[in-house]
C-alpha cells in the first residue's frame, strides 16, 4: 500500500497535582484516510509517582495501557497490545493521562503523534474465488494465504449459494476481504458483493422473483455482477435473467477463451448503445488447476483509501481494468482530472493521456470507440505513451495484446473500462 510520509505534531502540558485522580484528555484532530497512528510519551516522572495511558478515538476508548508502557501503535490490521485495530476515523481523538499519584511538584509531559495517510491508489484483486464453503478445495485461511502470495490486495469470497465463508473467523490477513456470495442458479451466475449474508433464500421460480430478490440484495447494499455471462461448457451457467444498468458484467472469467471473447464483443455493443456498463473479472479458482489461479485475471481498482466500501463504490463507478495477472501491464489513462469509468463532459477537441508499463516489445495496443478500433499500435518498448484528441467518440477503452507462439494466438493481457465522452450532440446514456 502507498502510504504519505509521516506527519507528526507534538502536545505538551504542566501537570498539577492538584489534578491528581482525574483522567485528563489531550484532543487532537486526525484528518481522512489515516493508514496507522503511533503515540508516544516520554516519562519526566519517577516511581512511586504514576500516571496512566491511554488513547480514544472519536466514538470510544481505543486501548489503554495504564502505566504499563506510553507509547502505541495502531494500524487497520494490527495493534500494540491493549489497544484495538481497525479503521482510523477522522475526527477528534484524545490522549487519555490517568493521574493517579502525582508528586507534590508540578511538572510538564510532551506528546508525540505520528501518522501516515493513504495515497489514492490502484489496488489488485480477484472478484470471483471459491473455498471449501462449497465446492473449492481451501479453507478461507489457506486461500487468504494463496491469494496474498499471488501479489493481490483484496479478494472476494464468492461461494456458490452459501455465506458461511463470510462469517466463518478469519486470521489476520494483509488481505481486504470483501464479502461475496456466487448466487447460483439453473439459469445463470451472478456475484452478490458487499454484504456477508445477503439472500438467505437463494432459490429462483421466476422472472419476477428473480426481479424481486435481486432488489433486496441491492436494497442491502450489495452489489452485482452476472458472471461468466456466455459460458456454455456447462448447462445453465450462461445467463438468461434480465439485466438492468447497475449491473456489473465479469467479461474475463479465469484463461481466456472465447466465451471471455464473446462477453467483450456483448459488452461493446452495450457500449455502444450508450450503456455504462462495468466491467470486471475473476479467476473463478477452485482448487489446484494447471489452468486457474488466483489473480488470473487481476481487478485493478483506483480507490482514496484500500476498504471494501471505497473499493466496491470505485468499482461501481467504473474506475477499474483488468490484467492477465497481478504482475500488470499497469495502466494510466486521464482527461484532465477523469478517469476510466468517469464521463468527460464538453469533450470536443480535449485529449486523452494514456500511458502503460510492464508492457513488451512486440505487444500490440488497441484504442476503441464506438466505431471500433480507432488506432493500433505496436509497442516498441517496456512503456509506451500517447495523447489522442478526441472528436466524436462517445468512448474510449485500451486492449492490449500478446501473440503467444505457443498457441499461434494474440492473447489479451489487458481490457480497459472506457472513459465516455458528452458531445453537444448528446448522446449520453
Ligand atoms: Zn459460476
Known amino acids: ?62 486501548g489503554w495501557s495504564g502505566g504499563a508502557r506510553y507509547n502505541c501503535h495502531i494500524s487497520r ?140 440484495v441491492r436494497a442491502q447494499g450489495s452489489y452485482v455482477s452476472i458472471n461468466h455471462p456466455f459460458d456454455t461448457s456447462q448447462p445453465g451457467i450462461s445467463w438468461e435473467w434480465g439485466l438492468d444498468r ?22 461493446q455493443t452495450q457500449l455502444c448503445k450508450g450503456r455504462h456498463l462495468v466491467a470486471i473479472s475473476g479467476s473463478d479458482t477452485h482448487g489446484p488447476s494447471t489452468l486457474v489461479h488466483h489473480g488470473q485475471p487481476t481487478t485493478w481498482v483506483w480507490v482514496p483509501t484500500p476498504d471494501t466500501g471505497s473499493i466496491l463504490s470505485a468499482i461501481n ?4 481494468f483488468i490484467t492477465q495477472d497481478s504482475y500488470g501491464p499497469e495502466l494510466s489513462m486521464h482527461c484532465g482530472p477523469y478517469i476510466v469509468g468517469d464521463t468527460v463532459t464538453e469533450s470536443k477537441n480535449s485529449t486523452v493521456e494514456i500511458q502503460v508499463q510492464k508492457v513488451l516489445p512486440q505487444d500490440r495496443i488497441r484504442l476503441i470507440s464506438q466505431r471500433g478500433v480507432e488506432m493500433e499500435a505496436m509497442i516498441d518498448d517496456s512503456t509506451w505513451q500517447l495523447r489522442y484528441s478526441i472528436a466524436d467518440q462517445m468512448f474510449i477503452r485500451v486492449e492490449i495484446h500478446r501473440y503467444r507462439q505457443d498457441w499461434e494466438f494474440w492473447l489479451p493481457i489487458l481490457i480497459s473500462n472506457p472513459i465516455y465522452f458528452t458531445q453537444e450532440t448528446g448522446d449520453e446514456s
Open 246 to 267: 447497475k449491473t456489473w458484467v465479469e467479461i474475463w472469467n479465469g484463461p481466456w477463451r472465447p466465451s471471455n471473447q464473446a462477453a467483450v464483443d456483448w459488452w
Open 317 to 320: 463507478d467504473g474506475h477499474v
Open 77 to 216: 490490521f494490527q495493534a500494540t497490545h491493549g489497544y484495538l485495530p481497525g479503521p482510523l476515523n477522522k475526527g477528534i481523538w484524545s490522549i487519555l493521562l490517568g493521574l493517579y499519584r502525582l508528586p507534590p511538584e508540578s511538572f510538564d509531559i510532551e506528546v508525540t503523534i505520528t501518522w501516515r495517510q493513504f495515497c489514492p491508489q490502484w489496488v489488485k484483486g480477484d472478484l470471483h474465488v471459491h473455498t471449501l464453503h462449497s465446492d473449492g478445495s481451501w479453507t478461507v485461511d489457506e486461500t487468504l494465504d494463496r491469494v496474498a502470495k499471488a501479489g493481490l490486495d483484496f479478494v472476494a469470497l464468492t461461494d456458490h449459494n452459501t455465506s458461511s465463508q463470510n462469517l466463518s473467523a478469519h486470521k489476520p490477513s494483509s488481505l481486504i476481504i470483501v464479502p461475496g456470495m456466487e448466487w447460483t442458479t439453473y439459469h445463470g451466475h451472478a456475484n452478490i458483493f458487499g454484504v456477508p449474508d445477503p439472500l438467505p433464500d437463494w432459490r429462483v421460480a421466476n422472472n419476477d422473483d428473480f426481479d424481486e430478490k435481486l432488489a433486496s
Open 1 to 62: 500500500m502507498q502510504l504519505s510520509s509521516a506527519h507528526t505534531i507534538m502536545i505538551s502540558r504542566k501537570i498539577r497535582r492538584q489534578d491528581q485522580g482525574i483522567i485528563m484528555e489531550l484532543p487532537f484532530t486526525l484528518p481522512d484516510h489515516v493508514a496507522d497512528l503511533t503515540v508516544d510519551l516520554k516519562p519526566t516522572w519517577s516511581p512511586p509517582y504514576v500516571v496512566d495511558f491511554g488513547v480514544a478515538d472519536p466514538s470510544r476508548i481505543r
